[in-house]
C-alpha cells in the first residue's frame, strides 16, 4: 500500500478519511487544527463530499457529530484539551445515549502549555464518561488505530476517545496507508429512543454503560495495542504510555532495553497485563505524558510492597512534558544534554505582528481608559491577549473563551466602572454572545470591545463565523443600535478612535464596539494569492 509522510495530526485525518468518515466537525484549537485542515484541502473529500466546515466551537461540533452518528454515517470531532472542557456536556452525555454510526472524538492534548492555558489530562474523561480511549506513540499506530476506534464505536454503540499530545500532533513519520473503505449507508436507530435521556430511560442506559465499561478491558480492539516484553533485568520495571514509549526508547538507540518493558496505549486495560510486570520486578517506573493516571491506578491495584516511582513520588516532575532526558535521569542514567541553551540567547516574549490591527485597537483603549479611574480591561483567548505584556500592559483576564464578557459583568455589579471587556470575533461567536445577552437583559454597565480581524487568527487563520455579522448578531442579542460602533484600527483613527471609546465607557447601559481590520497575516497571504492569479 502507499507510503506518505504525515505529521500525526494528519494521520489520523487520513485514515478517518479510509475508514470512511462522512462528517468531520472542529473548532480550531492548537494542536488540533491540522486534523480539520487537512481534511478541507484533500481533493478526496471534496468528491467524496464529506461535511468539514468548521463549527462555532467545541460543542455544536460534537453535537453535531453526535448527529451524524444518529444516522448511521461515521463521524469525527476534533478538539484541544480545553475545548473538551466546552464539550464536556454533550460528549459525557453521548457515553449514555450511545452511537448509531461509529464517533470518535479527538483530544489533543498541550502538556507545557505551548498555547494554552493550562496543562489537563483527557484521558480521565475517558476514565470520567466510562468510554474507551486510545493513546498512539506514534503516526503509524494512530492511522491503524482509527480503523478500530470506529469499529469499536459501532460494535459497543460507544463514543470512543482518541487522545493525542502535542508531540504526536506536530511531528512527522512514514505513513503506511490501507485500502480505503467506502461510507456507511444512513440507517436510524433501532430502538428510537435511545437518544432520549429522561431519567427512567438514562438510569436504564447508565447500569448497562457500566456493564459495557468492565467489559472493555478484554476486547481486542483495545488490548492488542497493550505490549509486554519481558527483560533479564529484574530489579526494575518499566511502564510507558502513549507517547513517553519513545522518550524511553531513545535512550536505547540501537539496543533494546534488559529490564521489562509494558507499553500501553489503550484504556481500560485488565490488571492481568499490569501483573505481567509488577510479578517480575522489585520497582516501577510509570512513563506517562500529562497526569499520573496509571500510576495512581496501580497504587490502588496492588497491595504488597512493590516500590512504584513516577510523577508522584518526585522520580520524574509533576508538570511539563517528558522528554528523554528526564526519563534517563529516572532510570539513573548519566544526563549530558546537547539542548542547553548558550548564555548569550535571551528569551524573547511573544508580541503582536507588525501592522497587526491589534496595536491600534489597544494604543486607543488605553488612551481612552486615562480619563477614569479603573485601570485595565477583562479579556480571554486570542491573539490580542498579549496586550497583557508590556509595552501595553492594560490586560487584567485570561480565564477561557467568552469570559471577558461575562467577568465585566461581575465587575459591574461590583461597582466597578466603567467596566471594559475585550474579545475576538471568533471567540464572541464561539462563547461570547450568551455573556452578552446576560448583560442586555441586566441592561449592565458594560462597554465590549470586539477586536475583529475577519479571521480565527491565532490558530492560523480559519473562517471566522462571525465575519459580516457582528453588527447584526449584536443588534438581535438587544444592544441599542445607537451603541454599536465600529472603528477602525488605524493611527490616522486615533484621535476619533480615542473620542468614541471614551463616550461609551462613559454611558451607563450596554454598549459594543467592533474595532474591524482583517488580520496583518491573512491579508498578506490573501494579496499574494491574488498576486499569483494575475
Known amino acids: 500500500m502507499q507510503k506518505i509522510l504525515l505529521l500525526g495530526d494528519e494521520a489520523i485525518a487520513q485514515a478517518a ?22 481534511i478541507q484541502s484533500s481533493g478526496e473529500a471534496v468528491v467524496r463530499r464529506i461535511q468539514r466546515k468548521w463549527s462555532s466551537n467545541e460543542k455544536t461540533a460534537m453535537e453535531a457529530a453526535l448527529g451524524m452518528s444518529y444516522t448511521g454515517k461515521r463521524a469525527m470531532v476534533a478538539m484541544k484539551h480545553v475545548g473538551l472542557n466546552v464539550a464536556a ?8 445515549t450511545g452511537v448509531n454510526g461509529g464517533l470518535v472524538v479527538v483530544a489533543a ?7 494554552s492555558q493550562n496543562e489537563q489530562d483527557s484521558r480521565f474523561y475517558g476514565k470520567f464518561s466510562y468510554v474507551p480511549v486510545y493513546e498512539p506513540s506514534n503516526q503509524q499506530e494512530a492511522y491503524d488505530m482509527i480503523f478500530d476506534a470506529f469499529d469499536l464505536s459501532e460494535k459497543l454503540s460507544l463514543p470512543v476517545l482518541f487522545r493525542i499530545t502535542t508531540r504526536l500532533a506536530h511531528s512527522r513519520s512514514a505513513v503506511v496507508r490501507r485500502r480505503s473503505q467506502p461510507e456507511k449507508n444512513m440507517h436510524l436507530p433501532d430502538y428510537r429512543q435511545q437518544f432520549v435521556l429522561l431519567p427512567s430511560i438514562a438510569r436504564r442506559k447508565y447500569k448497562a454503560l457500566l456493564s459495557t465499561y468492565e467489559s472493555l478491558k478484554y476486547d481486542y480492539r483495545l488490548s492488542k495495542f497493550n505490549n509486554f516484553k519481558d527483560g533479564t533485568n529484574r530489579r526494575l520495571g518499566v511502564i510507558t504510555c502513549g ?6 526508547m531513545e535512550n536505547f538507540s540501537g539496543t533494546e532495553p534488559d529490564f521489562p518493558v509494558l507499553k500501553i496505549t489503550a484504556y481500560p486495560f485488565s490488571k492481568d497485563i499490569i501483573k505481567d510486570i509488577t510479578d517480575r ?13 496509571v500510576e495512581e491506578a496501580l497504587r490502588g491495584i496492588l497491595d504488597n510492597s512493590l516500590k512504584i516511582m513516577g510523577r508522584l513520588n518526585g522520580a520524574l516532575p509533576r508538570d511539563g512534558e517528558l522528554n528523554p532526558d528526564i526519563v534517563a535521569g529516572a532510570l539513573g542514567f548519566p544526563v549530558n544534554s546537547v539542548l542547553s541553551v548558550p548564555g548569550v540567547v535571551k528569551m524573547r516574549p511573544p508580541s503582536f505582528c507588525k501592522g497587526c490591527g491589534h496595536i491600534d485597537t489597544f494604543n486607543a483603549i488605553i488612551e481612552a481608559m486615562k480619563f477614569f479611574d479603573s485601570e485595565g480591561v477583562f479579556s480571554d483567548i486570542g491573539c490580542y491577549t498579549l496586550a497583557a505584556l508590556p509595552p501595553y500592559s492594560c490586560i487584567n483576564s485570561c480565564v477561557d473563551m467568552g469570559a471577558s464578557v461575562t467577568m465585566a459583568i461581575g465587575a459591574a455589579d461590583a461597582g466597578l466602572f466603567p467596566s ?16 452578552l445577552l446576560d448583560a442586555v437583559v441586566k441592561n449592565s454597565p458594560v462597554t465590549v470591545i470586539i477586536s475583529d480581524n475577519l479571521t480565527t487568527g491565532m490558530t492560523g487563520g480559519q473562517k471566522s463565523q462571525a465575519t459580516g455579522r457582528l453588527e447584526q448578531i449584536c443588534e438581535g442579542i438587544g444592544v441599542k443600535k445607537e451603541h454599536i460602533k465600529k472603528i477602525v484600527p488605524l493611527r490616522k483613527n486615533n484621535k476619533e478612535n480615542v473620542g468614541i471609546l471614551r463616550k461609551e465607557f462613559e454611558y451607563k447601559g450596554v454598549s459594543v464596539i467592533i474595532s474591524s481590520r482583517e488580520c496583518i497575516q491573512t491579508a498578506t497571504k490573501r494579496k499574494k494569492s491574488q498576486a499569483s492569479e494575475e
Open 17 to 38: 478519511m479510509d475508514a470512511g468518515l462522512s462528517g468531520m466537525y472542529a473548532y480550531p484549537g492548537t494542536p488540533s487544527t491540522e486534523i480539520m485542515e487537512y
Open 109 to 115: 492534548d498541550d502538556p507545557s502549555m505551548h498555547s
Open 281 to 293: 520486578c522489585e520497582e516501577i517506573l510509570i512513563l506517562e505524558e500529562g497526569y499520573p493516571l
Open 89 to 96: 456536556d454533550s460528549f459525557i452525555n453521548s457515553a449514555i
Open 420 to 435: 471594559v471587556a475585550v474579545i475576538g470575533d471568533s471567540t464572541f461567536t464561539h462563547s461570547g454572545m450568551t455573556g
Open 243 to 248: 507517547i513517553a514509549y519513545n522518550y524511553l
